[in-house]
Every structure is written in structure tokens, then in C-alpha cells.
């Protein structure tokens, strides 16, 4: 017998004698425990020490009779938090006969659950969110069976990476949640991040166009369009549901290729602007950009995209109010109502009003009094409309606007990229291989909506073709502008489709993230010329946790790590990069012919060009 069984057979000896005088000086602690409540409190506390057998770890330098003495104190005040908890439940009180006849009252206990309650903290999503409400994903994806799809939903699955739109397709055929991953061999976690991937701004909103033809507010923004307009810019103001209208007639568009995504803000930033376009409190103007081709003006917003995004999803019910919003308590006018429910009328005939207050914590736009609900649709948005923008003016004004705003590096420099070749990147972006659902990789959607993945594209694509210019993310941007061809992201995208294939394990993961992906994504660009099957590559990426040990020229690659104070420097890349192809070709024994795998590799020279 092992001390852990020893210990545990002590505790229980004689009738669980001493276990029970254990649990009661800690009970004795609280006080308010009658006699009755001492099994509930013993089965928790002989729960936990079962727990306690696979849970002990000896490397933290307590002995296991601390540490379950540790868990018998944790498991008495855990059953006192939950019988606590209990008191302030709602609960369903039924009768019930007894083995003799007789009725007895017995209580159900709702649970309560905070809307908050995170169920996928990386990407931000809780219970809230999922709650149905006039703009149900599900429901709404339910609705579109048949033979076809309407346009929208067509767009709708044209935007959703691989997976999703799998997942989205399966939801539209009536499966439930667990048929969806049985069939298609995912796990909760991946069905989460693929459902988070379908309800992102970006993609749901194709699906908030109404079904019927609606009567579209003219007058706003387009009586500037009816007009040939000599100021550079004018000052005024459209309500939230106008913007929210013209953009999904994409009247006014917010997906400009230099833009960041929407999607920057959390929960309680977006909870905030709610509240205070609900109490009435200024609004910092919104920035609209025309753009004349060939004829036709496009306007662009270019400054503001999150608060705009952000209210007109919510105004499609798209999230829920956080619980941590500071002021909650709207304050609202309503008619007075007498005891039948008719209106109150003054002695003038006007309707008399009375001050109501509503806690808007957990709430959607649907579950607002109306009266919110009108005083959030009119709300007036201040603007700033400048006209007949070159296109260079309109990468100069995103910049510019967003110069004193927290934009990261990889969002800055890529102001500078060529349009056409932005266009290609999240062409690129989109592919499987950097979703959060693929296992060969380690993304997130964060990386997506901070311009993470766009700085992996752009700068593979410089140590893929042109290494010896390698620079800063800035001054890359206006390198490729410069010199690069569609050929160059064309080539690359066939790069990655072949990755696709071979990296599908875990080992692979850990080296296309978001520090290393770039030289890994150069590495294959020159194993590529090789004439090697792909899947060899995979074989030396597996055996790269030992290779990286190993060294050439006197350094192993984890000495040159070591060394680098700078990851994107660029003598450091080149380095890297170097190495990593020595280690390679020696790997595949390329001085032989053999195809083989490394031998005596920490003594071998390996010389450029041989």
C-alpha cells in the first residue's frame, strides 16, 4: 500500500471517525450546519479527496497529508458557498405525495447563471451571446432550407472560412450541435470557435437584410450624392438607424482594404458607447470619405468603423449589454397608464408622461422598453463627409485619424501596401490554414482582427522572395508596393495550399505562430525547389525539437536565439533562416543524394551553393 491509500484508509477508519471530526472543526467555523446537513457536507469533502488522488502533484513541496487536510477545509466552505447560494435561488415549489399518502411540499432550485458566464474566454464569448432574440444565427440559418440559397446567404457562406461554412451548411440542413460535431469529428472547443467565426460582425450582418423590400432614408446621405459638392468637407449628422441601413445596402461601406477589421472593441468598451448614446451624452464625429470612379461616388468610413459596427450590431441584437457597465440605470420618459391600461390624458389632450427607469444589464436591443429602442434608432451620429477623395487621400486620412488612436504596428504599416496586393492578403488571410479551428497551426481570431495574420503574409512573403530587403513591417508595405507582382502572393497562396496538406499535427503548431510562422513559411519556399515530396518537409518539422539542439558552423539554432535581442532584425533573419536551410538540406542528406536523415550533423560544414 502506497502513502496516499495508507492515509486516506486512516481517515476512514473506525466508521470515518476521524474524518468526521476533521470536517466538523472546520463546519464549526461557520455555524448554522444542523445535524441533517452533515452527510451533504461528508459527501463533498469524500468527492474531493477522490479528486485529490489524481489531482496531487509532489513537485510543489507539499506532502499529501497537507494537501488533503487542504482540500477537506476547501470541500467544507465549497458546501457552505452552494448552500448559501441556495438560499438566494429562485426556486419551483410543487406538491408531492409520500410512501404514506400524506402531501409534502418539496422545492426545485433554479440555478442562476450570469449572462457573462464565459463559455470561450479567448474569443469572448458568454451566455449572452448565445441567448435567442429577434436576430437568432441559428434560426435565421434554420429558415434558408430548400433547393437554394438566397443571395445573402450565398454571401454569407462565400465569407466563412472552410469550417464554418461547414459547420453553417449542417445548421441550415436541421442538425443540432452534437450531429454537427459528430460529423464532422470536431470537438465543443472548435465547434465554439467556428459558431464565434459566424457570428462576427462581418459575416452575420450580410444576414440582417430585411426579406421584403423597405423604403430606404433618401434624404440624409444621399442628398449630397444628388449634388456636385465644391467644399472639401461638410459637417452633419444621420441617425443610427440610416447608417445602419445604408450599410447593409452597402450605401456606405466599412470594409475599405486598408481598414482594420471590426471586431477591435470587448464586450464592455461596446456596453459603454450603448449607454451612452441611451443617456444622451455627446458623440465624437464619424469620418465619410467620396470616392469618384468611373462615375460612380463610394463612400467610405474610415473613422469610426468600431462605433458604427458596434451599433448596428446591437441594434440587430448581435450582443448583449455587459453586467459590468457603469451606468446601467437608463432613466426614460413613458404615458402614464391608468388601472384599464388606457393612456392618461392632460385637460389638453396631450398624452401625460410619466419617468421610468430600466437596469439594462444582460439586455439586447429587442428586450429595451420601445421607447429606448426609438431613442436609440434616432440617436444623431456627427459626421464629417469629405468629398471627391483620390485614393491616396483616403490611405493619408486612415492613417491620420487613427495616428493618436491605439492602432498596433501590423495595422499602421499596412497603410502603405499596394491596394491590389492587400486584396490578395485577405484573399489569403482567409484560407484554412490560418483559421483557429486548424490544427496544424496555432491562430487565434484575435490575430485576425489585430492585423496579426496580414504582418505573417506580408513578411513571409519578403524572406520568400526577398530576404536580402527585409526591414521593418512599415517599410516592407512600401518595399512590395514598389517591386512585387501578383505572382509573388499568387505563389505564395499555392505555399500555403500545400502546407494545408502535410501540417496537420500538433508539432506543426507550435511552429506557425505568430513570432516564428514567417520563417517557416521562407523555409518551405526554398524546400519547394527541391523536388522532395511535401511530406518530408512534415518529417523534419516533427524531428525539429531535437535538430534545433543540434549545430552548424558551431551554433545551434537555439544559440542564435540566445544571441538575437531582435526577432525581426533583419541580419538576425537572415541568420535564422540560413540555418534553418543548412539544418534542412543536411537532414535530407542533400550532398549524397540520398534523401536520408542527418548523421554526425553537429560535424558537418555546410557551404552555400554546393
Not at 468611373?294 to 468600431?306: C, E, N, S, V
Request: aromatic share 12%.
Amino acid at each position: 500500500m502506497n502513502q496516499m491509500d495508507s492515509i486516506i484508509e486512516d481517515l476512514y477508519s473506525d466508521n470515518g471517525c476521524k474524518l468526521h471530526k476533521l470536517c466538523q472543526k472546520e463546519m464549526a467555523r461557520f455555524g448554522g450546519i444542523s445535524q441533517k446537513d452533515y452527510d451533504d457536507f461528508y459527501s463533498r469533502v469524500g468527492y474531493e479527496i477522490t479528486k485529490a488522488r489524481e489531482s496531487y502533484d509532489s513537485f510543489h513541496g507539499k506532502s499529501f497529508k497537507d494537501y488533503i487536510f487542504g482540500v477537506i477545509k476547501f470541500s467544507i466552505q465549497k458546501e457552505m458557498t452552494y448552500k448559501n447560494r441556495s438560499k438566494r435561488q429562485n426556486f419551483i415549489e410543487s406538491e408531492e405525495e409520500d410512501e404514506y399518502g400524506n402531501l409534502i411540499k418539496k422545492k426545485e432550485y433554479i440555478t442562476d447563471i450570469s449572462l457573462d458566464t464565459p463559455i470561450d474566454e479567448e474569443n469572448g464569448l458568454c451566455i449572452g451571446d448565445i441567448l435567442p432574440s429577434s436576430f437568432d444565427l441559428d434560426n435565421v440559418l434554420a429558415e434558408k432550407l430548400g433547393d437554394f440559397y438566397s443571395d445573402n446567404v450565398k454571401n454569407y457562406l462565400e465569407h466563412l472560412p472552410e469550417m464554418p461554412r461547414k459547420v453553417a451548411k449542417l445548421i441550415m440542413k436541421g442538425y443540432k450541435r452534437d450531429d454537427i460535431k459528430r460529423i464532422l469529428n470536431i470537438t465543443e472547443k472548435q465547434y465554439i470557435q467556428c459558431f464565434t467565426v459566424m457570428k462576427l460582425y462581418e459575416n452575420k450582418r450580410i444576414l440582417y437584410q430585411e426579406k421584403r423590400e423597405i423604403v430606404m432614408e433618401e434624404e440624409e446621405m444621399n442628398t449630397m450624392l444628388e449634388q456636385d459638392v465644391i467644399e472639401d468637407y461638410k459637417n452633419t449628422s444621420y441617425s443610427i438607424e440610416s447608417i445602419s441601413k445604408q450599410l447593409n445596402r452597402k450605401r456606405l461601406r466599412d470594409d475599405h482594404i486598408l481598414q482594420r477589421h471590426s471586431g477591435q472593441w470587448k464586450k464592455f468598451a461596446k456596453s459603454e458607447l450603448i449607454a451612452d448614446i441611451l443617456r444622451g451624452k455627446s458623440l465624437t464625429q464619424i469620418i465619410i470619405c467620396e470616392e469618384i470612379k468611373d462615375g460612380l461616388r463610394m463612400q467610405w468610413l474610415i473613422d469610426g468603423k468600431q462605433r458604427c459596427t458596434t451599433l448596428d450590431d446591437f441594434l440587430h441584437d448581435g450582443f448583449s449589454i455587459s453586467k459590468n457597465v457603469k451606468n446601467y440605470n437608463i432613466k426614460y420618459q413613458t404615458p402614464r397608464i391608468d388601472e384599464v391600461g388606457n393612456e392618461i390624458l392632460n385637460e389638453d389632450g396631450f398624452i401625460v408622461m410619466e419617468w421610468k427607469i430600466f437596469d439594462m444589464r444582460g439586455k439586447k436591443f429587442s428586450q429595451l422598453p420601445e421607447e429606448l429602442q426609438d431613442v436609440f434608432k434616432d440617436r444623431q451620429i456627427p459626421v464629417l463627409y469629405e468629398t471627391n477623395c483620390s485614393k491616396r487621400d483616403i490611405a493619408e486620412d486612415i492613417a491620420r485619424f487613427n495616428r493618436n488612436r491605439p492602432m498596433n504596428k501590423a495595422q499602421n504599416g499596412w497603410l502603405e501596401l499596394e491596394e491590389g496586393f492587400a486584396e490578395l492578403v485577405d484573399s489569403i488571410a482567409k484560407m484554412p490554414f490560418f483559421q483557429p479551428e486548424f490544427v496544424g497551426s496555432s491562430y487565434t481570431r484575435t490575430n485576425n482582427t489585430s492585423g496579426a495574420i496580414r504582418r505573417i503574409i506580408v513578411e513571409s512573403v519578403m524572406v520568400s522572395d526577398f530576404i536580402e530587403d527585409f526591414c521593418d513591417f512599415n517599410h516592407i508595405c512600401v518595399f512590395l508596393s514598389e517591386e512585387a507582382s501578383d505572382s509573388n502572393f499568387t505563389e505564395f497562396y499555392s505555399l500555403v495550399e500545400r502546407l494545408t496538406e502535410i501540417c496537420k499535427t500538433e508539432k506543426s503548431a507550435e511552429l506557425f505562430n505568430t513570432k516564428d510562422s514567417f520563417l517557416w513559411f521562407g523555409l518551405f519556399s526554398r524546400f519547394s525547389k527541391l523536388n522532395i515530396e511535401d511530406k518530408r518537409f512534415r518529417d523534419f518539422m516533427d524531428d525539429f525539437t531535437s535538430l534545433r539542439k543540434l549545430k552548424m558552423k558551431g551554433k545551434s539554432f537555439n544559440d542564435i536565439l540566445d544571441e538575437s535581442k531582435s526577432t525581426k532584425e533583419k541580419s538576425i533573419v537572415i541568420k535564422k533562416i540560413n540555418h534553418l536551410e543548412m539544418l534542412m538540406m543536411k537532414y535530407f542528406n542533400m550532398k549524397g543524394g540520398e534523401g536520408t536523415k542527418y548523421k554526425n550533423i553537429e560535424y558537418y560544414t555546410y557551404e552555400r551553393g554546393i
